[in-house]
């Protein structure tokens, strides 16, 4: 049998294949390469700016679990692609905002993100919009969310999250990330300081 060597582009393809494939629940444990980051629209610029300024007053915890957020699935690590950090979900939220008896609103996520810092802080880092997709498509004939012009990234079911199929999406409005302010993972997102429990 002739063998003979990858090519670079054949190379690239399978290394994507195979991080698509590995385990979700292994821990991340190198970053992958930025790809340059591509400006943004007016209409996401203006989505950024009203995630930081209706989630500003979370960067105090505290206040995020005062109006119904609580931590939900740990610290979320990738196989290679960095994490997406502690998830703190308002559950009523999700169900009213999935079921559309809520709008869809921007300055309402149903999820605000947090990275563990050394010291045993949580740093704000984003903010995630979720609804339960059977519940949404229902009540919107089928149609996927999208928020000011920004389509959600489906999930389906069986996950790692132990939730029905699902659409989310994440908007990295305190951390810039280099692969785009609305792609799932986040390349310098670390849960290497999570103990376990919030603080």
């Given at each position: 049998?002739?063998?003979?060597?990858?090519?670079?582009?054949?190379?690239?393809?399978?290394?994507?294949?195979?991080?698509?494939?590995?385990?979700?629940?292994?821990?991340?444990?190198?970053?992958?390469?930025?790809?340059?980051?591509?400006?943004?629209?007016?209409?996401?610029?203006?989505?950024?700016?009203?995630?930081?300024?209706?989630?500003?007053?979370?960067?105090?915890?505290?206040?995020?679990?005062?109006?119904?957020?609580?931590?939900?699935?740990?610290?979320?690590?990738?196989?290679?692609?960095?994490?997406?950090?502690?998830?703190?979900?308002?559950?009523?939220?999700?169900?009213?905002?999935?079921?559309?008896?809520?709008?869809?609103?921007?300055?309402?996520?149903?999820?605000?993100?947090?990275?563990?810092?050394?010291?045993?802080?949580?740093?704000?880092?984003g903010?995630?919009?979720?609804?339960?997709?059977?519940?949404?498509?229902?009540?919107?004939?089928?149609?996927?969310?999208?928020?000011?012009?920004?389509l959600?990234?489906?999930?389906?079911?069986?996950?790692?999250?132990?939730?029905?199929?699902?659409?989310?999406?994440?908007v990295?409005?305190?951390?810039?990330?280099?692969?785009?302010?609305?792609?799932?993972?986040?390349?310098?997102?670390?849960?290497?300081?999570?103990a376990?429990?919030?603080?």
């Amino acid at each position: 049998m002739k063998t003979g060597r990858f090519r670079p582009l054949q190379h690239s393809i399978i290394a994507a294949v195979l991080a698509i494939a590995a385990p979700w629940g292994v821990q991340a444990q190198q970053a992958l390469v930025a790809a340059p980051a591509q400006p943004l629209s007016a209409a996401q610029g203006a989505l950024l700016n009203v995630v930081r300024d209706s989630t500003a007053r979370f960067k105090d915890v505290s206040i995020a679990e005062a109006e119904g957020y609580a931590l939900q699935f740990g610290c979320v690590s990738g196989p290679d692609s960095g994490a997406m950090g502690l998830h703190f979900v308002n559950l009523p939220l999700v169900a009213s905002t999935s079921s559309g008896a809520s709008p869809l609103d921007a300055r309402r996520p149903q999820i605000v993100i947090y990275e563990p810092t050394p010291g045993g802080r949580l740093h704000l880092i984003g903010a995630d919009y979720l609804v339960l997709a059977d519940a949404w498509n229902q009540a919107h004939g089928g149609s996927p969310p999208e928020l000011m012009g920004q389509l959600f990234h489906y999930f389906e079911t069986p996950n790692r999250f132990g939730l029905p199929a699902f659409y989310t999406l994440h908007v990295w409005a305190w951390k810039d990330n280099p692969n785009g302010a609305f792609v799932n993972w986040h390349p310098n997102v670390s849960c290497t300081a999570f103990a376990g429990q919030a603080p």
